[in-house]
């Protein structure tokens, strides 16, 4: 069972920023891609930002250029820079987890709220 605590949301004004983390209890030998959906109230769930376990990056048109995905594999650690944060930003982050096995784990989810 892979666990993942989540770090580092809150409140800030639109174009602020905020860095996100989230450490897997596992070692990279077990875990796969890492990476953050996110879910504002009354949507479903979208993926945000995702990093393989050998650094391919894949993101969300709408945070392009202002969110940056990475990872530590020492930690067992992923992060998600954001920037020039906006009020449609606001939402609950989930970080996930895809293991060698196929399996996904998910976070507790942290909440980033953007006021304008």
């Known amino acids: 069972q892979v666990q993942l605590v989540e770090s580092g949301g809150g409140l800030v004004q639109a174009g602020g920023s905020l860095r996100l983390s989230c450490a897997a209890s596992e070692s990279i030998f077990t875990i796969g891609s890492m990476g953050w959906y996110r879910q504002a109230p009354g949507k479903q769930r979208e993926l945000v930002a995702g990093?393989?376990?050998?650094?391919?990056?894949n993101y969300a048109d709408s945070v392009k250029g202002r969110f940056t995905i990475s990872r530590d594999n020492a930690k067992n650690t992923v992060y998600l820079q954001m920037n020039s944060l906006k009020p449609g930003d606001t939402a609950v982050y989930y970080c996930?987890?895809?293991?060698?096995?196929?399996?996904?784990?998910w976070g507790q989810g942290t909440q980033v709220t953007v006021s304008s």
């Open positions: 996930y987890t895809d293991t060698s096995l196929g399996a996904r784990y």
């Open positions: 990093i393989t376990s050998g650094g391919r990056t």
